[in-house]
């Protein structure tokens, strides 16, 4: 993998990742004139739920559902340029234009927001990237076939451990928004990483089970809960060193779990048979979402590794893959009971689920 | 208030709310051929997370946006029988017919979901109610006038009341999912009651911070919440017994919390004074709710009450009334950061929007 780090008009980092086939020189300059970016995000903490909430006001602003012929996560061209000045790319990362979280922010905040003294203010430190599967604006993930999908798995890898080198930063979320129904702004096959100074509130209640099992029962609970699923009747699909399946309580509509058989705490740590293996079952839960319905379902991949300090040891990295979808044409809505409440409704049954999804045809047609 | 309980074809149990200056004989039967109520719900527990998840499967089929001429919430006409017999009404309440937790639910279930042994199961036991706030299927909350809206606030207390005393039910939680922007799948004016037989994620969160504080500063934690922002820069309106503040690290894009003056458990507790100094607020609120944008905003309120048993005297009910909506036409979605880790980022200024709403005309035009 060759890996060239670059700058755009705006001083924002640009990554470009090429495979060791085809190593390309990008040297092209970005001739934009653009703003200097602001970020005048806050961090304040939920002192009720112990949470902290991201204030994020500027990014109303940002792009939204540009037409095709705009995109700005195409390539450049001759009189369009883009947010990748070269004209071809293979996987491209840069520093989102409007992040929610960002290194070059306003340190200089008061203590508390205002008139509320429990609510601890902090500078919106963190980091946000955009990450482009590929250059072409209609394919999606599912499409790019096992030496790209391999070579984005390297990607996070690296800007894994670039990110949780960064002095402060607690915790890297590499993502994907899939699909115009869950809100997806730009339709360009692409994935986020968020950095944040703190533990997400999923990762911090996991750790917390974790914890407490071990002190009751002296035993892992992520391995118990891997070696029941692996073996039991919500499996999807496996290899060697991958498991697919669906959670025995599920939250959402579809979802499937995918966990290495081998306990690793992140992306990093896991070896080229490991990545590969992934990438194969991946890449085939993908189709089965895409073709479980008329048309390809929205999903969100949602990468969960271990924090960058605490509570590594305790952690089993793994893959979450979920779909609002809950039947052609109906979308789950996380209304009174989930969003209020957080006390989830699933509107599928697990081994149902488990099974229409083994029994999507994957051939290609 | 006069309270008339009746039955339906099906043997759900149906309520008539009338005030007592219009006391009405509510005697008229359910004559429809109605299948029995089928639930085969369970409730999940999710080691990891610690949590249960409701499996409601059979809710796939229920009435999703039928025409207003098919609405089943109207009063039923010559012809066209509807869920509720008589031929008008104040308010009703009634079990759901697709419900999530019911009490007539399968109760011989095995120990856990199959090949999970930590994933424990349990019957899908509640009750899921719905209160229908008027019978003209055109009007919204926010126009019912001060006595309907008193009337339903003292529906709310009897239901609070009668679920609270249900052996196994932990919390009950009244809400309102308003519009089709959030999934309403019905649109007559309409809340729902879910009586839950565990405390939700959101209660036990905020319980365990109430507590965490006191044993380590002596002091209450909702006092000092509820006193700073009383006399904060984000109260929109507030009366002698209720204020209305956007909190300080809001998670939505327009989020009101309603705190009564005096701390109370629950809406039983509720003064009759306190009742309609609510009444004042909340339809105050909802008005600006319904004029800030060009259309009215789509919204969940959500009530915060005590749990039935444990914790009561560490709670303060509060109504919480958040909109999805972030700007003309913009829906906040909650995507991989909110749906994958539980991160919150808002989108909006907290403070901007104490302001914007406290500036909206609410004066009848």
């Known amino acids: 993998m060759n890996r060239t780090s670059r700058r755009l008009a705006d001083g924002r980092e640009i990554l ?30 939920d002192a009720l739920l112990a949470e902290w909430v991201a204030i994020a006001s500027h990014r109303q602003t940002r792009t939204f559902l540009p037409p095709a012929d705009e995109c700005p996560l195409d390539p450049s061209r001759p009189g369009r340029p883009t947010e990748i000045p070269e004209s071809e790319y293979q996987v491209v990362v840069f520093e989102n234009r409007f992040p929610s979280l960002a290194t070059a922010v ?52 690296d800007r894994t451990e670039a990110m949780s080198a960064i002095d402060g930063i607690e915790y890297v979320f590499p993502f994907e928004n899939h699909g115009e129904e869950i809100g997806v702004t730009l339709s360009h096959p692409h994935g986020q990483i968020y950095a944040y100074p ?14 407490r099992h071990r002190a009751e029962n002296g035993s892992d609970l992520f391995a118990e809960v891997v070696d029941a699923e692996r073996s039991g009747p919500r499996v999807v699909t496996a290899n060697e060193h991958w498991t697919a399946f669906v959670p025995a309580a599920t939250r959402w509509p579809y979802e499937l779990q995918l ?21 194969d079952v991946y890449l085939d839960v993908l189709g089965r979402f895409a073709r479980r319905m008329d048309t390809p379902m929205p999903y969100i991949a949602s990468w969960n590794q271990a924090p960058v300090h605490d509570g590594r040891e305790d952690w089993w990295l793994h893959l ?10 109906k979308l789950k809505y996380l209304a009174g009971s989930e969003s209020g409440m957080g006390a ?8 149902d689920v488990a099974e229409q999804l083994r029994n999507v045809k994957v051939t290609a047609e």
């Open 344 to 351: 989830f409704i699933t509107d599928t049954n697990p081994e």
């Open 320 to 329: 979450q893959l979920f779909s609002f979808r809950r039947a052609p044409g």
């Open 106 to 157: 306003e340190r200089d905040v008061p203590p508390t927001a205002p008139g509320a003294p429990l609510a601890e203010l902090r500078p919106g430190f963190g980091r946000c990237e955009v990450v482009c599967f590929t250059d072409d604006h209609d394919r999606v993930f599912a499409e790019l076939g096992p030496d790209r999908a391999r070579l984005v798995v390297d990607v996070w890898a």
């Open 259 to 279: 966990f290495p058989t081998r306990r690793v705490p992140d992306i990093p740590s896991l070896t080229d048979e490991e990545r590969d293996a992934f990438v």
């Open 198 to 211: 703190y533990l997400p509130p999923r990762v911090e209640k996991i750790l917390a089970s974790v914890r």
């Open 16 to 45: 470009y990742f090429d495979d060791d086939r085809h190593p390309v020189e990008r040297t092209t300059e970005d001739t934009r004139e653009l703003p200097p970016v602001s970020t005048r995000s806050q961090l304040r903490y």
